[in-house]
């Protein structure tokens, strides 16, 4: 392990948070909030931080896989715990292990909340907590790539470890034109998200602090009520479209400025995406018919509450709660599939659905027809052996993961739906969960050695488990 | 510009290499995916998977927009389709490896046919480099510049040259006019400057022009005989060209060939060569045949333990000159340590030769790229520019340029004079200028001043 050269990136990444974190103090500056020292503070450890880690010598520059993948953990836990500052400093979240949760639960895009009472936070901080959505939905690292010049071929390793799906790579020649490129498109659908929701009605700061909230599909609001407290029809119609928007690959979104409409349209991740939000937002809106009496009301709720947890966003208008078995039952399933590879959403990803499923049909293929040749594809493709196999071992880890999580989370005594789909929602990055940690409820009612392992289940979540897990690997290290 | 380099084995990697770190947009088309993966993960390139002849793969590469096509597969066929269909497809410029020599023949006519631009034949640039180290059996290495008006040769400094040990700005004048332009010791590539003293052991390069690096060399008191005789191990493709090539040279050749079937072919189409049918590596064949007493033992077979081993015992026997082939090893340091000096590797002249002429498609308003060659395994590159009109640096005294470091304006050639240059001196419009520099310093003239000093 190079470990002089993971430390001196991992300072490159914490010095851009510190510069980022310049946006909420001027935030906190606009609205003469009482949290500015506590903001000013926190960039000056981060960037001292930053400055001082960044100083080191590498004696190579040989950036590895192992390497790429240490860098992202490290850089994933330590920007999370760098985040945590301005909150405890300011004493809003006094508590350390709660504040790391809450900022892990922001830059993971998850939108899981120890916050009893949201609307008593000063507006800076709030901005902030909106904000690490946004810069951690499209990767903290592919955002260092896209403005820090010069890394290098190599970089390629950094991006494949934060970037979510079984196969990430470049659109073009370039690393660091790929983030670029990313990054723009990420920035172009922000912008004309809160234009919309201006539009919509609200005010500046509630339509950034959402449109940050949408984009990286995180779900943090800075209503206690959430979406639900704009009773507005409106915009939950362009959070809903927004956030499928936003659940779809950015490489494919790139086709379509290149004028590859087919390609775009013919997408077959897309297409099962956008077949299964429609089917569920069907499903539930029939089953919960009954509660709302109205069929046109059951689906503008269904529809908002399909779109937020598939693309693991997390924002409610409604308690889904306390609907139906049925619907909830539904609702775990989106909550484990959740959106497409190359998005800012978590869950396993369609496109892993899909393998998986071709691989089972292959599989019984060749119980019947033990000397079957079937290669998979996808999109007319074939896909590697190795990816398949890639796609598996993510998936058994991923059960894994989970199962563990719940028996240690299940110490605190909760029941057993609080306690699956407080682990299932901060795996998949949703956020809320079912039971006590339903949409009206939030995760104060855990214990801290819960809160570490749910933290955990979210950074894991998020860089697709093999980055972590390899921190804990002996091999890594060893010269 | 966007190149698309079909084919990812020895030429297309180290080609996509160079010509992404000189700021291309590299695309890399190949079938092995083992060998993409590598590409992907230590180059700044694109990599997509498929046969290069076929329409789709290409375009998914993006040739439609490409600026170059490079066909490098093992295929001439595939090549020649793959240029040809990129040409159709919209790309600018096709380059195609072919190497077969049935087809070198016709290949003027198949090329305005099939509408390639350029045709690589790395064996054939291989066999015209071992004709000029012929020529200077001394030398490890020789590149001409300014149409072979000007040579830079690479030699070994051997203790009691009377260059060594002595700071080369005191040596101008006492020895006749050429630059010492890179030097490498040990495992570092350098560009000298005016305090810099040469040791013995160093793999030097002179430039100059040919008649004081002749009188350069005779006072250094190195062999200029020329080659009179040479025996050539091996009857591939190389053998081949190279005895077209040295035909007229008065070098007498003897081709030592195991195939009865190439030895015939190879009689059939050469004149004036002895072929003997044998084992090359069977040393009482070599002695037998006299290795002793040939001027120069050229090994050219296939297998590279085989050219090492042979090039070794040629050197043991007092062979004066010993040039090797080889295909994989990438290890020219350790063949040096040896004393195998001259080390020719035809996929390294083929990188080379496209290298130069994507470059030189590379427009730049103030300079013309004419020549790049990559020596010192690639660490430095020595380039010949012509100056165009209008540009920054034209009139304006070196000294006053702020040359960026690594980088060494070795000669200015105008007219019929050859100019090596000091701070006063300057560049004019229509001058030939030979830079050395550092790799990935320079890719044309105006990088190697400062904007400060070119913007004038």
Not at chain 2, 55 to 73: C, K, N, P, Q
Request: charged share 20%; with cysteine; hydrophobic share 45%.
């Amino acid at each position: 392990m190079n470990a002089r050269l993971v430390v001196r990136l991992i300072g490159s990444v914490l010095a851009v948070e510190g510069l980022l974190m310049f946006l909420p103090l001027i935030v906190s500056l606009y609205y003469g909030g009482a949290d500015y020292p506590a903001i000013l503070i926190s960039i000056a450890i981060v960037l001292a931080a930053g400055l001082l880690l960044g100083c080191v010598r590498a004696k190579s520059e040989l950036l590895r896989p192992r390497e790429g993948l240490a860098v992202v953990a490290a850089s994933w836990v330590l920007v999370s715990a760098f985040g945590a500052l301005p909150f405890v400093i300011h004493g809003s979240i006094p508590s350390f292990v709660d504040a790391f949760f809450e900022t892990v639960s922001g830059f993971t895009t998850t939108g899981s909340t120890v916050l009893q009472d949201v609307e008593a936070v000063p507006r800076g901080l709030l901005f902030w907590r909106s904000f690490t959505h946004w810069a951690g939905g499209m990767g903290v690292l592919v955002l260092s790539l896209a403005l820090i010049p010069k890394m290098g071929a190599r970089s390629i390793h950094l991006m494949r470890a934060e970037s979510p799906g079984p196969s990430p790579d470049r659109l073009v020649p370039r690393v660091a034109k790929t983030a670029k490129i990313l990054y723009k498109i990420y920035l172009g659908m922000s912008a004309l998200l809160v234009v919309a929701l201006m539009l919509c009605g609200l005010d500046w700061f509630d339509a950034l602090t959402h449109m940050f909230s949408t984009a990286g599909t995180g779900g943090f609001s800075t209503y206690n009520q959430s979406v639900g407290h704009f009773q507005n029809l409106a915009v939950e119609m362009v959070l809903g479209v927004s956030m499928v928007a936003f659940g779809v690959n950015f490489s494919i979104y790139y086709l379509l400025i290149l004028g590859h409409f087919r390609g775009f349209f013919k997408n077959s991740e897309l297409r099962t995406f956008v077949s299964i939000v429609a089917a569920a937002t069907v499903l539930i809106a029939l089953n919960i018919l009954p509660g709302y009496g109205n069929f046109f009301t059951a689906l503008r709720y269904s529809f908002f509450q399909v779109t937020t947890l598939i693309s693991t966003t997390g924002f409610a208008t409604a308690d889904f709660a306390v609907w139906p078995v049925f619907s909830r039952a539904v609702i775990v399933f989106l909550m484990f599939v959740g959106s497409c590879a190359g998005s800012t959403a978590g869950g396993i990803k369609v496109v892993r659905a899909q393998l998986l499923w071709k691989n089972l049909r292959r599989d019984i293929h060749q119980s019947i027809h033990p000397n079957a040749v079937r290669v998979i594809k996808l999109d007319g493709k074939p896909v590697d052996e190795k990816i398949m196999s890639g796609v598996t071992g993510f998936f058994y880890a991923y059960m894994l993961i989970t199962m563990l999580a719940t028996i240690v989370v299940s110490l605190d005594g909760h029941s057993l739906e609080t306690s699956f789909s407080a682990v299932l929602t901060t795996i998949s990055n949703v956020g809320p969960g079912l039971g006590q940690v339903g949409p009206k409820g939030n995760f104060s009612i855990f214990s801290d050695l819960s809160k570490i392992t749910l933290s955990m289940c979210m950074l894991l979540g998020r860089l697709e488990i093999f980055p972590i897990l390899m921190l804990f690997t002996p091999s890594a290290w060893r010269k | 510009m966007n190149i698309v380099i079909v084919g990812d084995g020895k030429v297309g990697y180290t080609l996509a290499d160079c010509l992404s770190k000189d700021g291309h947009d590299v695309t890399i088309v190949d079938n092995n995916k083992k060998a993409l993966a590598k590409a992907s993960e230590t180059l700044d390139v694109l990599c997509v998977p498929g046969s290069g002849a076929n329409v789709r793969t290409l375009l998914e590469a993006g040739v439609e927009t490409a600026d170059v096509v490079i066909a490098a597969t093992t295929g001439d066929e595939t090549n020649m389709v793959c240029a040809m269909m990129a040409k159709q497809l919209g790309a600018k410029y096709a380059i195609a490896r072919v190497r077969d020599p049935d087809y070198t023949e016709g290949l003027t006519l198949l090329l305005n046919k099939l509408d390639i631009d350029q045709v690589i034949n790395p064996e054939r640039a291989a066999a015209l480099e071992i004709s000029r180290l012929l020529r200077f059996p001394f030398a490890t290495d020789i590149e001409s510049f300014a149409h072979g008006r000007v040579e830079m040769v690479g030699f070994r400094a051997d203790a009691g040259d009377p260059v060594v040990g002595v700071p080369l700005s005191k040596l101008r004048g006492k020895i006749p006019s050429v630059q010492f332009s890179a030097v490498q010791r040990g495992n570092e590539a350098l560009i000298p400057g005016g305090d810099f003293e040469i040791q013995s052991g160093d793999h030097v390069y002179a430039t100059g022009d040919r008649d004081s690096v002749t009188r350069f060399f005779k006072l250094l008191g190195k062999d200029t005989n020329r080659v009179r005789s040479a025996m050539l191990i091996g009857g591939g493709h190389v053998t081949y060209y190279l005895a077209r090539a040295i035909a007229g040279m008065g070098v007498k050749l003897k081709i030592v060939e195991i195939n009865e079937d190439r030895c015939r072919s190879l009689s059939e189409k050469l004149e004036d060569v002895e072929v003997i049918q044998g084992d090359g590596t069977d040393s009482e064949l070599l002695e037998s045949e006299n290795v002793r007493d040939q001027d120069a033992l050229i090994c050219l077979t296939d297998r590279d333990e085989e050219n090492l081993i042979v090039g070794l015992y040629g050197l043991r026997a007092g062979v004066r000159k010993v040039i090797v082939k080889v295909n994989h090893l990438n290890t020219m340091d350790v063949l040096g340590d040896m004393g195998l000096g001259s080390v020719i590797s035809p996929k390294q002249a083929a990188a080379n030769g496209i290298l130069r002429s994507v470059r030189a498609l590379s427009q730049s308003k103030s300079a013309v790229i004419e020549k790049v060659y990559a020596i010192l395994g690639g660490k430095v590159e020595a380039s010949e520019f012509t100056a165009l009109p209008g540009a920054g640096f034209l009139n304006v005294p070196l000294r006053d340029l702020n040359i960026k470091k690594g980088v060494l304006v070795t000669l200015i050639v105008r007219g019929r004079q050859c100019i090596i240059p000091f701070g006063g001196d300057h560049i004019e419009s229509g001058d030939s200028v030979i830079l050395t520099a550092l790799e990935g310093t320079v890719a044309n003239l105006e990088d190697a001043f400062d904007a400060a000093g070119a913007g004038k």
